[in-house]
């Protein structure tokens, strides 16, 4: 088994980023999920399940961290780091509020016409990262702005399982995985307790909870008419009325990982 696939997603809800190498840090993959979108009016957070239109958000990170925007019929946007304790705002992500620095205003602008709505970008620094689900996890591991953990990992075997019963190909970007591994059976991650990659090891928490968002179109936001591929998970992944494909992970330490790395079962 190898390491086949490295993504992350900058802005959460935003397009990935395909990547070769990564870092590894408390938080996940290196600038994963570091910035979110929120209401402006009450800080809550905004995804593609509401907002399609972010998937044609394109965010990218400088040498220092810096975020780039940039979208079809705008101009691109550099939007510089906060300090950890700058202009700090209150936001709202499932039942988590946390207290985070605000992008300022031009961040805002550019993204409220994105959006047609007014909107706020926030970052998360690791000091004011959240604390995982009550019962996964080591009170240690913390997480930015994925919806709750700081990894998620699905099998291509998965995948390609999936797609023969759906009788066509979905992308693996529909379900924004971070680490996607091959040569493994479908649903081989299911039984995995913990893992190598190179010199790190990594815990498998949780089964991922999969939501109307895998019926998106991840290119064009483009909704399935025939609600694929979430129609078929439910005929066969549904337990105790929730869907599952793909594990959610927490590594142990921090280093590096890359595309091709072998992947094996510890646990």
């Known amino acids: 088994m190898f390491l086949s696939a490295l993504y992350r997603y900058p802005v959460k809800s935003c397009q990935a980023q395909s990547l070769v190498t990564s870092a590894v840090d408390l938080l996940g993959l290196q600038g994963d999920r570091r910035w979110l979108v929120v209401e402006e009016s009450n800080g809550r957070f905004l995804t593609q399940r509401a907002w399609p239109r972010l998937t044609q958000l394109e965010a990218s990170l400088g040498p220092t961290g810096q975020l780039l925007l940039q979208t079809p019929g705008q101009m691109p946007l550099e939007v510089a780091v906060p300090g950890v304790d700058d202009d700090l705002r209150g936001v709202t992500i499932w039942r988590d509020t946390l207290r985070v620095p605000d992008a300022g205003d031009a961040a805002a602008a550019w993204l409220s016409e994105l959006l047609g709505k007014p909107v706020r970008l926030v970052y998360c620094p690791q000091q004011r990262a959240r604390y995982l689900p009550s019962g996964y996890g080591l009170n240690s591991d913390r997480a930015a702005f994925p919806d709750g953990f700081p990894l998620l990992l699905i099998g291509q075997g998965s995948l390609d399982e999936l797609n023969r019963r759906i009788g066509r190909d979905m992308e693996m970007l529909r379900f924004r995985p971070n680490l996607v591994v091959q040569g493994a059976e479908p649903f081989a991650e299911d039984g995995w307790k913990r893992?190598?990659?190179?010199?790190?090891?990594?815990?498998?928490?949780?089964?991922?909870?999969?939501?109307?968002?895998?019926?998106?179109?991840?290119?064009?936001?483009?909704?399935?008419?025939?609600?694929?591929?979430?129609?078929?998970?439910?005929?066969?992944?549904?337990?105790?009325?929730?869907?599952?494909?793909?594990?959610?992970?927490?590594?142990?330490?921090?280093?590096?990982?890359?595309?091709?790395?072998g992947v094996e079962v510890l646990e």
Not at 222 to 239: G, H, M
């Open 195 to 261: 893992i190598r990659i190179g010199d790190l090891t990594f815990r498998v928490l949780k089964p991922s909870v999969r939501c109307i968002l895998t019926t998106l179109d991840p290119g064009t936001g483009e909704r399935s008419a025939d609600r694929e591929p979430l129609a078929t998970l439910k005929t066969f992944r549904e337990r105790e009325g929730d869907v599952l494909f793909g594990q959610n992970l927490a590594a142990d330490g921090a280093g590096e990982i890359a595309v091709g790395m």
